[in-house]
């Protein structure tokens, strides 16, 4: 990920007083916090006099926000918070959230809307627009150009007063109250708001990223903010629908056919190896491997990579629990990243990234990417590493459980001490990434197995394909 200049000398002063031109950029927002947010300053919008439109920004009688959101959070009951404008008279004067999967929510004035099933990509770029207008009323909301029904809700009513914006946050109050379970966790970008009720084909060019009338008041590409708490402004996340220009490699260079078959739940099966670290601390790093399995749900852990130091037992870990919730834990710290792709009996591509210097932990199944999300920032791995793989250490090289044991098979894992870019985990996850891990490297690792773990040809998806023609 790249930054630039002017945005990490926003970002270490907390703020730009000139509008900057962040296309291309998203504010990141890695974890669930009630201090973490980015502040607005709106152009002051045309007066009455001097435009169709009837809303000024201290006199907003019609508005249109479009924005483009990543997150992963499926649950019910939790409130992620993308845009939230108050007044001194209404907290919520025009917020937009979503509480769960499919479930929408516009408050304006004194009133809350809610649009249903509309749909809600999990790890993918949504772009969400919503338009109101005072004299009718009449609220819409639009979902990567899907349109709501359109719905009634303050009409009459004008939000008065100068307005304080926030991104990724809900503000109970006025310019505050602000609480964790409201937080984004995930991406914003393209931010734009506008004094009038923009038009369907406007909204349509928006959510196909064609060429659109820019916001009047809140434009994405001369924008005034300030970041607070932990936001991070980088280059937007490479979405499955927009794959980054990678060169190609014509031949597989990864492809050894053995694996690791771990064929039972046991608490003494596992395969020690020996990563190439030469006494270095670690405070970056990338895991790649790829997996085979069958479990289907439930709470049950299964343990890809255990990374241990004397300090913590759980140093870098990868595994998931159940279907489609994998997990990673640094320093003992873990993130849940929710809905990726975990085909059963298939092999699954997984890579994991973690950079100390800003926190930022990221995950890929399949080539496809999470949510960016925050883990042990500023801390640094300490001492001798001890590695396994399909066991979890509890504690410092053993303390293994039958339940974290597991049962599948493991191959082609790596291990960098960089944060390797996407399109070397794209390679990856197509078999077409030449050279491999500089700290593990399976071509060329160290290791020893232990228990009931046998090294053999690993599972072919096409198990018949050898299989001569009668």
């Given amino acids: 990920m790249t930054f630039l200049p002017l945005s990490l000398l926003c970002l270490f002063l907390q703020g730009c007083s000139a509008g900057e031109d962040l296309g291309g950029m998203a504010f990141t927002f890695p974890a ?15 007066s009455s006099s001097s435009s169709s439109s009837s809303s000024s920004s201290e006199h907003l009688r019609e508005v249109s926000v479009c924005l483009r959101y990543f997150t992963d959070l499926p649950q019910k009951g939790k409130e992620q918070s993308f845009f939230s404008l108050a007044t001194p008279a209404h907290s919520n004067g025009f917020l937009l959230s979503k509480l769960g999967r499919n479930r929408h929510q516009m408050y304006i004035g004194s009133g809350v809307l809610d649009f249903w ?3 809600d990509e ?11 207008d005072s004299k009718t009323g009449l609220t819409q909301v639009w979902l990567n150009g899907i349109p709501s029904a359109r719905k009634t809700v303050f009409k009459g009513g004008s939000l008065t007063g100068k307005p304080f914006v926030v991104l990724g946050q ?11 379970n409201d937080a984004l966790v995930g991406q914003l970008t393209d931010v734009h708001m506008w004094s009038r009720v923009i038009s369907s084909c406007d909204i349509k060019s928006f959510s196909e990223n064609r060429k659109f009338e820019r916001g009047d008041m809140i434009n994405w590409h001369d924008l005034e903010f300030t970041v607070r708490g932990h936001v991070v402004l980088e280059d937007q996340i490479e979405s499955r629908r927009q794959p980054e220009n990678c060169s190609d490699v014509s031949q597989p260079t990864l492809a050894y056919n053995n694996a690791f078959t771990f064929g039972a739940e046991t608490a003494n099966s596992y395969v020690k190896v020996v990563p190439v670290l030469e006494g270095r601390d670690i405070k970056v790093a990338t ?19 255990s990374l ?3 300090s913590y037992s759980n140093g870098f870990l990868v595994c998931k629990e159940g279907r489609n919730r994998h997990q990673l834990y640094v320093g003992d710290a873990r993130a849940d990243f929710w809905g990726l792709p975990d085909d059963l009996n298939a092999w699954i591509s997984f890579c994991a990234t973690w950079d100390s210097a800003t926190g930022l932990a990221q995950v890929w199944v399949n080539g496809r990417p999470s949510s ?8 640094v791995l300490w001492g001798t590493a001890f590695v396994v793989l399909g066991q ?3 504690a410092y090289g053993g303390r293994f459980n039958t339940n974290d044991a597991l049962i599948g098979q493991l191959t082609d894992v790596h291990m960098w001490d960089r944060v390797i870019s996407h399109c070397e985990i794209q390679q990856f996850a197509e078999n077409k990434l030449s050279g491999g891990g500089n700290v593990i490297n399976w071509r060329k690792m160290g290791y020893t197995t232990h228990g009931n773990v046998v090294e053999e040809v690993k599972i072919a998806e096409d198990a018949f394909q050898e299989c001569p023609l009668p």
């Fill in 308 to 310: 241990a130091t004397p």
């Fill in 32 to 46: 669930e916090t009630d201090y973490s947010y980015v502040k607005l300053q709106l152009a002051k919008g045309p």
């Fill in 117 to 119: 099933n509309l749909p």
């Fill in 122 to 132: 999990l790890n993918d770029w949504n772009s969400f627009c919503a338009t109101w």
């Fill in 170 to 180: 809900d503000q109970d109050e006025y310019g505050g109250g602000l609480h964790a």
């Fill in 372 to 379: 960016r999300k925050s883990l042990f920032k500023g801390g």
């Fill in 287 to 305: 895991v790649c491997l790829r997996y085979f399995s069958d479990i289907p749900g439930g709470n049950r852990e299964q343990t890809f990579f």
């Fill in 392 to 394: 979890d250490q509890d």
